[in-house]
Nanobody, 129 residues
């Protein structure tokens, strides 16, 4: 059974920074788009950021709510994807999940949950003063 494992997160003050990591062994990592999504209390799953890779090229996409503040990256040699979160706001408080795209993606990132077949258990991010 494929398992994605998130780590990092925690508590930050508004304007602060946090970093999330996701380890994703057990499949051809470099061929799949990877994304981060989040779920705040009482709300649905929100796609946040995604990254594809093809050969030695990669591309990133972001939700408008995090563009310019969050940076997604991946290390195919380690089967890991990262999310650097800067200028955090209280509305960023949520459980953050990393997800593996359902199909091999070349130069594309699914932005809805239907595009993913595996998610991790999540890492909590709380932004509060």
């Amino acid at each position: 059974q494929l398992q994605l494992v998130e780590s990092g997160g925690g508590l930050a003050q508004p304007g602060g920074s946090l970093n999330l990591s996701c380890r994703a062994p057990g499949f051809t990592f470099s061929s799949h788009a990877m994304s981060w999504a989040r779920q705040a209390p009482g709300k649905g799953l929100e796609w946040v950021a995604g990254v594809w890779s093809y050969s030695d090229v990669s591309g990133t996409y972001y939700a408008d709510s995090v563009k310019g503040r969050f940076t997604i990256s991946r290390d195919n040699s380690k089967n890991k994807v990262y999310l650097q979160m800067n200028s955090l706001k209280p509305e960023d408080t949520a459980l953050y999940y990393c997800g593996k795209s359902r199909t091999i993606q070349a130069r594309a990132v699914p932005t809805t949950s239907e595009g993913y077949n595996y998610w991790g258990r999540g890492a909590q991010v709380t932004v509060s003063s």
